[in-house]
């Protein structure tokens, strides 16, 4: 390579380091031309000199991302003329990860496109096929979520998750804080669910000494602790129509007080919410403030029940097997995966997680097959046929009123699982996947 072309090279580089991300110049052929420090710091270093295509590099492919099955940037960029963002799923150095790939069309005198700036931000805590990630998938569904997270994560808006019970939504908050500005400051989390209204009053804007009785000490609410970071509010449906007020006027004019206190306090903060209750539902029935609905309902992100995303139950259960004690020894078979795709998962990955380590407890060897899935899963059905409250196998599905609640079935499952475990509730709540408050406010 002559001195000239070097030269060249380093004044593209340079040109890059003006991004705070990873970021690649290619050409209108695909070729990358230069990259920045940052890029090389997330996914390597890149051999310019020989024009390796950025479809080869970042996927393997021989061919664009628009003829390999994928969304190309690069190409509706040149179609649309302005920047265009898509999520990819990359090749890095720790394996296979999500993307947010935002791709910026330069001009030329001509008038014509000459290069195009490609800025590449790695989506928090999710991979494609790294189970040491939290948030794993690869499929359709998964991909929207994760590509709503990427936009809404480096922004202030009000994120509002949605979804079934055990779908991941404290994952998707904990996604969303750590791709904004505020991720070196704390995530503070509130399990709005089971709080009485007065506790729920002070666990949020905190008590002076004196307030109450027992309240032998000042303390700090999670509003005040959240200063500066994000606070989430999971299971927002649970919030007492009289705290609902105070948590509008605190979003509103960012004031609050503690319990018992004069002192009017500040504090910013990043709101994410979740809630697995029909919000609007609840409005029309006057459940849920209206004026609150519309304050939070900024940017919705659907988050899909496990059934939604079936394709990804083999790269969940090998995150989760992993995970377990013991659990990276074990294999899953075809027939396993199969038993593991026909079933339902009401309860979602929560009940995918409890389900394989009731099966890490029963295998008497290495693998896992579809006959222990099926045992394990029959474990529930022959308990509840025991107690008695499931209808008969031949049931009508419509026979709404023979089905216990939701709820119901939710307590007898935490109350059999506690006492699988001889009464040891940090255990429980372990294998519940939920945290040892939740299970005393679930007890409650």
């Not at 939504?169 to 704390?186: D, F, G, Q, T």
């Not at 109350?415 to 040892?436: C, D, F, M, T, W």
């Amino acid at each position: 390579m002559s001195l000239i072309q070097s030269d060249r090279r380093h004044s593209l580089a340079a040109m890059l380091e003006g991004y705070d991300c990873p970021a690649i110049l290619v050409s209108a052929e695909y070729a990358i031309l230069a990259y920045n420090r940052q890029y090389e710091t997330a996914f390597g270093r890149i051999d310019v000199e020989q024009s390796p295509r950025c479809f080869a590099v970042s996927h393997g492919y021989t061919a664009p991302c628009d003829e390999s099955g994928e969304d190309c940037p690069l190409g509706a960029a040149r179609k649309s003329g302005h920047k265009e963002r898509v999520l990819h799923i990359h090749q890095t150095p720790r394996g296979k990860e999500h993307v947010d790939v935002e791709m910026l069309p330069i001009y030329g005198n001509d008038g014509e496109l000459a290069y195009f700036v490609e800025l590449l931000r790695p989506v928090p805590l999710a991979s494609g096929v790294n189970t040491n990630q939290e948030l794993v998938g690869k499929s359709p569904a998964f991909n929207q979520m994760l590509a709503k997270i990427a936009r809404v994560g480096p922004t202030e808006a009000t994120a509002l998750l949605l979804g079934e019970s055990g779908t991941g939504k404290e994952l998707a908050a904990r996604a969303i804080h750590m791709a904004s500005l505020r991720k070196h400051k704390p995530l503070v989390t509130l399990e709005c669910s089971g709080l009485s209204d007065a506790l729920f009053e002070s666990e949020l804007f905190g008590h002076v000494k004196g307030a109450f009785t027992g309240a032998q000490y000042n303390k700090k609410g999670l509003v005040e602790l959240a200063d500066g970071g994000t606070l989430f509010l999971d299971e927002l449906g649970d919030i007492p129509l009289s705290i609902q007020v105070k948590l509008l006027r605190l979003l509103e004019t960012g004031t609050f007080r503690p319990v018992g206190s004069v002192e009017v306090r500040t504090s910013s903060f990043r709101l994410i919410c979740a809630t697995h209750r029909n919000l609007l539902q609840m409005v029309n029935e006057e459940r849920f403030r209206n004026d609150l609905y519309y304050r939070i309902n900024v940017y919705p992100i659907h988050i899909p029940a496990l059934r939604e995303r079936a394709e990804d139950i083999p790269l969940l259960s090998r995150a989760i097997l992993d995970r377990l004690p013991g659990g990276k020894k074990l294999k899953l078979t075809a027939s396993a995966h199969q038993a593991l795709g026909r079933y339902r998962f009401p309860g979602n990955i929560r009940e995918l997680r409890n389900l394989l380590n009731r099966a890490l407890v029963m295998a008497d060897s290495d693998p896992i097959d579809g006959d222990l899935i099926a045992r394990c899963l029959a474990e529930d059905t022959v308990v509840d046929a025991v107690s008695g409250d499931w209808p008969e196998a031949t049931q009508k599905a419509d026979d709404v009123g023979e089905w216990p609640s939701l709820q119901t079935n939710e307590k007898r499952y935490v109350e059999r699982v506690l006492q699988a475990h001889g009464g040891n509730k940090e255990v429980a709540a372990r294998v519940l996947g939920i945290s040892p408050r939740s299970l005393y406010r679930k007890l409650q």
